[in-house]
């Protein structure tokens, strides 16, 4: 009976630690890509080393790549720009007194737009630029220069950006998500509650995150972006779609905004002002069903 009861007691625990959901932080500030030189396989490893002027969308980056037959490691420097493209330099024995002064001659978007320019000009050994221009290429395409000779050039990977706030959301069924990949790429999540309904289950979050990753930008220096998501899925944990609800926000100058809370704390009412681009409304987020309604 009492070995009954202990394997009873095991698979209880098991099934309900597998139902939990959790959100994980994790700041990315490197990456490991593999990929292509004229055909052949290589690996590439960057790091981020700092944002170009105020943009976080804009940074230098620093590692090296190999081709995976020699695993003998050419040294890289380079700057990763706000449409997704990637510029690696390699200058040979002089690799870090160059690299330091691409990045001193690098201050500004507007050189950063000239950044291939810049750089040939301290005669690079070897250039490798991946244009991101249509966002969702999967693979990256690109190019290798060395000397006159041109290689076509691959990243087997959607999205060359070096660094990233990821929050993992860990699921049941283990299952897990990063809301980096499907929400955006600001992070700033924190998990409040998750509950189940007749049409699948739903997981409520707060999120607080800069209104714009340039702070030399529009609403860079605000506040930043405040407010609720509700994320939806399916009985079987298999994400459907979010919906969004701000309780403050630079971009829709949203600051009128009178909160309360109900006895049992459970409920948390918004009374958001009119604005010039929202007209004055209500957000009620209910923590116990994890569920936020928006009304007049």
Sequence with gaps: MKKTFSVFFFFFLTFFLSQKVELKKVTDSSQTITGEIGGIPITVELSYTGIVDCDQYQHYVDGWYYYDKYKKKIPLTGIYDYYGNLSLYNFGTLQKQKARLLKELITSLQKVEKTDEIAQKLLPKESIIFDQSALKNNPIPGHFYLGKKVQAATLFTGNAMIYRLNNYLYLPNNKKINTYDFINKAGGNELISYASGENGNRVLLYFEQTSNFNACGQCGASEGEKGYRVLYFTKDWNYKNYEEFLIESCWENIY?????????????????????????????????????????
């Design 256 to 296: 009128d905004v009178t909160k309360t809370k109900s006895k049992e704390k459970q409920t948390i009412t918004y009374k958001i002002g009119k604005s010039e681009g929202t007209p004055a409304h209500t957000i009620t987020v209910d923590i116990k069903n994890a569920s936020v309604v928006k009304s007049k």
